[in-house]
Nanobody, 120 residues
């Protein structure tokens, strides 16, 4: 059973920064994609950023709303992914979930979520 654990959420003022971290463990298979999603109250869960493993090169893509402000990074050897969030806005307030997709089986695993609150 794959375990996905997030950390790093919290309360920050608008314009501030936070860094989220996620670690996946217990997988017998390599991880294909690692990503971050978020869900605000009353809204659907949405993709924030994800990064896929391309061997020596990782490929990242972002939601338009966070481009230029958020950066996703990954350590393939450690099965960890981080999300550096800068210039935070109140609309970034949400529960952020780490997502892992295994190579081959394409099984999907989620973390328990971490709250990010941005005050105006």
């Amino acid at each position: 059973q794959v375990q996905v654990v997030e950390s790093g959420g919290g309360l920050v003022q608008a314009g501030g920064s936070l860094r989220l971290a996620c670690a996946a463990s217990g997988s017998k298979f390599s991880i294909n994609v690692m990503g971050w999603y978020r869900q605000a109250p009353g809204k659907q869960r949405e993709l924030v950023a994800r990064i896929s493993s391309g061997g020596r090169t990782n490929y990242a893509n972002y939601a338009d709303s966070v481009k230029g402000r958020f950066t996703i990074s990954r350590d393939n050897a450690k099965n960890t992914v981080a999300l550096q969030m800068n210039s935070l806005k109140p609309e970034d307030t949400a529960v952020y979930y780490c997502n892992v997709v295994l190579l081959g089986s394409q099984d999907i695993y989620w973390g328990q979520g971490t709250q990010v609150t941005v005050s105006s």
